[in-house]
C-alpha cells in the first residue's frame, strides 16, 4: 500500500477522471533562475510522480494538458523541446507505465505532429493497449474549441451525405465524434485541477468539463505532490455534486 493511499480514508469517493492543467513550469524555472525549458523538464518527471499516486489511489482516467493547439505560438526553441519531451518521456518510463499497468491514450489533433513525436506517442499508445489499468490520457496538440468544430463539421458532412438525420443529433451523438470518445463513459472529468494558482480552463476541454468540480492549487506544476492530490482529492469528496438538481 502506498503513502498516498493511507491518507485516505475508505469512505472518500476518489474521482473517476481527473483532468490536470500542468500549469506554472516557465514560472518555477524563472523563479530559480533557469530558463523555460528547464521547468518544462522537472515537470515531466512530476508526471510520473502524480500518474502512479493517482493509479494507486483508484483514479480511472488521468487526463494531462501537455501540449495546446495555441502553444504553437510560442518561441520555437521552446516548441522544439516541447516536442522532444514525449520521446524523452516515453523512452524513460515506458518500462515504469508497463509495471504500474496503466494504459496511455492521446487526445488531440496528432496528424498535425511532427512526424518523430506523432510516432513516438502513437507507438506508446500501441505497446500498453493490453493493460487493464488507469488510462493515462496526454491531450497533446489540442483545443476545446476546435475540437467542438471538427466535431460539427464531421457531423454536417455526415447529414450532408445522408448515412445521419440532423434531427437525430443529441448530445451524446455529438459526444461521440468529439476528440475524447475513446474514454467513452469516462470521457467527462469528475474533477479540474490547475496548477499554478491561475483560474481558468484555457480551451481545455469546453464540452466535456460542463459539470466538473474544478481546484484551482497554487503550487507550480514541478512542485505539486503526492500529498497535494490527495488534498485536492478530500477537497472534491466535500462538493455536493448536483448536476443541476436540487
Not at 503513502?3 to 474521482?15: A, H, M
Not at 515504469?96 to 499508445?125: C, M, Q, S, W, Y
Amino acid at each position: 500500500m502506498t503513502e498516498s493511499k493511507r491518507q485516505l480514508d475508505s469512505d472518500i469517493s476518489v474521482p473517476k477522471h481527473i483532468a490536470i492543467i500542468m500549469d506554472g513550469n516557465g514560472r518555477w524555472a524563472k523563479k530559480k533562475g533557469q530558463p523555460r525549458i528547464a521547468g518544462h523538464k522537472e515537470g515531466m518527471n512530476n508526471v510520473k510522480t502524480i500518474a502512479t499516486a493517482a493509479s494507486h489511489l483508484g483514479v480511472k482516467v488521468l487526463s494531462l494538458y501537455a501540449f495546446s493547439t495555441e502553444n504553437w505560438s510560442r518561441p520555437s526553441k521552446e516548441v522544439n523541446f516541447l516536442m522532444k519531451l514525449p520521446v524523452d518521456f516515453f523512452g524513460t518510463f515506458m518500462p515504469d507505465l508497463i509495471k504500474e499497468n496503466i494504459r496511455v491514450f492521446v487526445t488531440g489533433f496528432t496528424d498535425h505532429l511532427p512526424e518523430k513525436t506523432r510516432k513516438v506517442v502513437l507507438k506508446a499508445v500501441e505497446d500498453t493497449k493490453g493493460n487493464t489499468g488507469m488510462i493515462l490520457n496526454f491531450a497533446f496538440n489540442y483545443g476545446g474549441r476546435a475540437e467542438i468544430v471538427n466535431a460539427a463539421k464531421n457531423l454536417a458532412i455526415e447529414a450532408a451525405s445522408g448515412s445521419i438525420d440532423p434531427s437525430d443529433i443529441d448530445d451524446a451523438m455529438f459526444a461521440d465524434h468529439l476528440l475524447t470518445n475513446h474514454l467513452k463513459d469516462l470521457a467527462d472529468p469528475d474533477l479540474l485541477i490547475r496548477t499554478s494558482g491561475e483560474e481558468r480552463i484555457s480551451n481545455f476541454m469546453l464540452w466535456q468539463l460542463a459539470y466538473t468540480e474544478m481546484i484551482f492549487d497554487d503550487s507550480y506544476w514541478p512542485d505539486f505532490t503526492v500529498d497535494d492530490l490527495v488534498e485536492d482529492i478530500k477537497e472534491f469528496d466535500r462538493r455536493d455534486r448536483r448536476y443541476g438538481s436540487v
